[in-house]
Structure formats: C-alpha cells, structure tokens
T-cell receptor, first 111, second 112 residues
Framework: DGGITQSPKYLFRKEGQNVTLSCEQNLNHDAMYWYRQDPGQGLRLIYY???????QKGDIAEGYSVSREKKESFPLTVTSAQKNPTAFYLC??????????FGPGTRLTVL | QKEVEQNSGPLSVPEGAIASLNCTYS??????FFWYRQYSGKSPELIMSIYSNGDKEDGRFTAQLNKASQYVSLLIRDSQPSDSATYLCAVNGITNAGKSTFGDGTTLTVKP
C-alpha cells in the first residue's frame, strides 16, 4: 500500500528529554513537511524539505531539528529547547509542491 | 492581520442544506488554493484544489476563487452528517513555492 506512515501514534516525553518522531512515505514524493497543531488551531509549519539533503525552516522551527538523508524519510526531533512541545504533530508529503497528503499524526505529551 | 483567515465558526446547517465556508488571504500574488477536511482527532485530507478564478466542481463540493477580492470559498451541497468536520483553507504563494499557509479552520456541524 502506498502512503505516509508516522510513528509512534502516541509519545510521552519527560522534561529535558529529546524525542524523535518518524515519518516515512513510499509515494515517491519529493517534498515533505512537518506541522504542529494545537487544540482548536490550524497547522503551523515547523520544517519542510523539497529535495534530499536539503530542508528549510518553517514558521516555528525553534526547538526542533530534522534530517532528510533519504527521499522516503523525514524524521523530526523535538529537543529539550522546545518549552511547550505538547501537541499533535503531522507529517505531509507532496508530489508537486502544491497538494499535500498527510500521515496519521503523532500526539506528543510532556509529562 | 493573519495571512489566511477563515470564519471562526462553528457553522451549523441542517441535513440537505448548502454549507458555505469562506477564506480570505493577504498575499495578493498567491497562486494555489486548497481545502482540506479534518475529522476530530484525525489528520487533514485534501478535498479540493483550485488555481484559477471561477468555480471548480467535484461531486457535492464547489470551490470558488476570486483573486481580485483575495477570496476563496467552499460550498457543500446536500450536506450530510458525515460532512461534519473542520475545514482548513490553505494558500501557496510565489515566494517559498511549495510552502502552504493554513487558516485556523471552520468547524461544520450538519444536523440530521
């Protein structure tokens, strides 16, 4: 099946801990994106990548890091510098830098 | 002013009615416009894209774009309870092509 997978579905982080969220796609899409969604809010762009080994900061990149070593994979690390990381994290990919297709999301909670 | 603004809602319509969702954007040179549907607790899914002025129809959905007024709308005809969701408007500009800016969404409830 073609699609976008994210893991884990739920993640709990202790204060001061770095965690990494996985995003994989087998759609052969060039572009990949990470968004954060807080309750009742829209999507805010964290990072995006239009090609392997290249990525750009979005609107709220502070406290986050990414890598794009393979076309299929775009992992997001939430570092201890992100002071309020509890949110719904969404990964998306796009074949044309226009329409985006989303994974199922990861809910991160800080304990 | 937000870059992409949507009616805050919530919007409630009876089953079978037309639901009208509105979106305005601030970047005059925006090129691409999208509507996504997000059910509670789920991820967004693309339902419509529109690139030129006018109407675009797909089943019960019609997207309308007016670049002069910087306005894009989504009409849902014969609304069904299964249409109850939050609808997100997204806009791509010329600069940073491939980067979408999302509105905060409008929550629609269709009452049987």
């Amino acid at each position: 099946d073609g699609g976008i997978t994210q893991s884990p579905k739920y993640l709990f982080r202790k204060e001061g801990q770095n965690v990494t969220l996985s995003c994989e796609q087998n759609l052969n899409h060039d572009a990949m994106y990470w968004y954060r969604q807080d309750p009742g809010q829209g999507l805010r762009l964290i990072y995006y990548s239009q090609i392997v080994n290249d990525f750009q900061k979005g609107d709220i990149a502070e406290g986050y890091s990414v890598s794009r070593e393979k076309k299929e994979s775009f992992p997001l690390t939430v570092t201890s510098a992100q002071k309020n990381p509890t949110a719904f994290y969404l990964c998306a990919s796009s074949p044309s830098f226009n329409e985006q297709f989303f994974g199922p999301g990861t809910r991160l909670t800080v304990l | 002013q937000k870059e992409v603004e949507q009616n805050s809602g919530p919007l409630s319509v009876p089953e079978g009615a037309i639901a009208s969702l509105n979106c305005t954007y601030s970047d005059r040179v925006s090129q691409s416009f999208f509507w996504y549907r997000q059910y509670s607790g789920k991820s967004p899914e693309l339902i419509m894209s529109i690139y030129s002025n006018g109407d675009k129809e797909d089943g019960r959905f019609t997207a309308q774009l007016n670049k002069a007024s910087q306005y894009v709308s989504l009409l849902i005809r014969d609304s069904q309870p299964s249409d109850s969701a939050t609808y997100l408007c997204a806009v791509n500009g010329i600069t940073n092509a491939g980067k979408s800016t999302f509105g905060d969404g409008t929550t629609l409830t269709v009452k049987p």
